[in-house]
Each structure stands twice: as structure tokens, then as C-alpha cells.
């Protein structure tokens, strides 16, 4: 069964402007984790947040993590064509669970 | 630092064959994880390992699959005889107990 649930499944932007993807669980977790999946590749981690922390950054990358609302964000910043792939949360909750992910394209 | 290695990249087999898949993990990592990625979805744990112990295969379908991490390093995920709706992308991912995953490149199974 799957926990996390990303927001929205599509998203079409032109370079330079930020995205923004969402993440929603439904049960308590040790942490929460951002990936990133090219077509036809496998999955490279991006991020992991703790449940006792808030907000981290990664250069272009921002997490924020609101447990009372059980979601998660990611934000990219100055979005690159190289950002165009698929991208996922995972919870854990001593089991790993990932969402249907967002699907990014980022137009040049 | 090797990554995680899986073979085959890929693999074509006739409905009712058995199949096989090998992940070596990275050095070092105890944990040890099965997915299953259809196309377009995330990946499903299908098992995890701490160690050589099965720790979560409760989304395994045991009457075809099985999977083996002797010495808690190597492990090999098996489906016979596989079926049409096997078709997919099974990755394998290693990490030290549940801290980030690493993954492999993933086995493209299909089944005619």
C-alpha cells in the first residue's frame, strides 16, 4: 500500500520559474524522503527531512515538512530543462512508502 | 563508491517461465529492499531485509514470488512462473537501517 500521495501528478513550467510539489501521508514517520526519477532510470535521492525538523534546504531545492497536517512540500528554484523527470515522497514509518509521484516537465 | 548492482537490465521471458533477478547492495548497508515500478506509478515494496532477515514481505505474492538475501548481502528475487501483469520495473535499493535509500538501475521484466 502506498502512504505518500504527491500534488499534483502533473506539472508544466518554463525555465526559470520555481516549482512546487506537495506530499501527503496519513501516518506518524521517522522521516520523509524526495526523489527524483528520469525516464527509463532509476530513482536518486534528493532530500530527507526528519519529523523533528521543518525546513531544509539542498542548493535550488527547498523541504518543508508539517507534521500536524501529515504533508510535506518540495520546491525548486530557477527551474533548469534538466529538471524534467518524475518526482517522489517516501514516508517511513519503519516501512518505506512511496507515492504515484509528480511528473515535471520544465519547457526551455 | 560502487552503487547498487542489478542484473539483468533486461529480461524477456514467455508467460509461465521462471525469472530471476540479483541486486548486490552497497558495501555496508544492512537493509536491503525489493520494488516493484509500473509504469507511470512509484515504486511498491514488494520485501525488506535487515540483514539476512525478512522483515516486511507482506505485499509479496508468495505463490510466485520468493526472495533470498543469504549472508545478508546479495539477494535474489524469483517469480515462477511468471504472468503477463509481472511485466514492470524491479528495482532493488540498499540502506543503512531505514536512513536514505540508494537504488539500482532496476530489471525490465517483460512477459509475453
Known amino acids: 500500500s502506498q502512504q505518500g500521495e504527491e500534488d499534483p501528478q502533473a506539472l508544466s513550467i518554463q525555465e526559470g520559474e520555481n516549482a512546487t510539489m506537495n506530499c501527503s501521508y496519513k501516518?506518524?514517520?521517522?522521516?520523509l524522503q524526495w526523489y527524483r526519477q528520469n525516464s527509463g532510470r532509476g530513482l536518486v535521492h534528493l532530500i530527507l527531512?526528519?519529523?523533528?525538523?521543518r525546513e531544509k534546504h539542498s542548493g535550488r531545492l527547498r523541504v518543508t515538512l508539517d507534521t500536524s497536517k501529515k504533508s510535506s512540500s518540495l520546491l525548486i528554484t530557477a527551474s533548469r530543462a534538466a529538471d524534467t523527470a518524475s518526482y517522489f515522497c517516501?514516508?517511513?514509518?519503519?516501512?518505506?512508502?512511496f507515492g504515484a509521484g509528480t511528473r515535471l516537465t520544465v519547457k526551455p | 563508491e560502487a552503487g547498487v548492482v542489478q542484473s539483468p537490465r533486461y529480461k524477456i521471458i514467455e508467460k509461465k517461465q521462471p525469472v530471476a533477478f540479483w541486486c548486490n547492495p552497497i558495501?555496508?548497508?544492512?537493509?536491503l529492499y525489493w520494488y516493484l515500478q509500473n509504469l507511470g506509478q512509484g515504486p511498491e515494496l514488494l520485501i525488506r531485509?535487515?540483514?539476512?532477515?525478512?522483515?516486511?514481505d507482506s505485499q509479496l505474492p508468495k505463490d510466485r514470488f520468493s526472495a533470498e538475501r543469504l549472508k545478508g548481502v546479495d539477494s535474489t528475487l524469483k517469480i515462477q512462473p511468471a504472468e503477463l501483469g509481472d511485466s514492470a520495473v524491479y528495482l532493488c535499493?540498499?540502506?543503512?537501517?531505514?536512513?536514505?535509500?540508494?537504488f539500482g538501475p532496476g530489471t525490465r521484466l517483460t512477459v509475453l
Open positions: 535499493a540498499s540502506s543503512f537501517n531505514t536512513d536514505t535509500q540508494y
Open positions: 501516518t506518524s514517520i521517522n522521516n
Open positions: 527531512i526528519r519529523s523533528n525538523e
Open positions: 517516501a514516508t517511513d514509518n519503519n516501512d518505506m512508502r
Open positions: 558495501s555496508g548497508h544492512n537493509t
Open positions: 531485509y535487515e540483514n539476512e532477515e525478512a522483515v516486511d
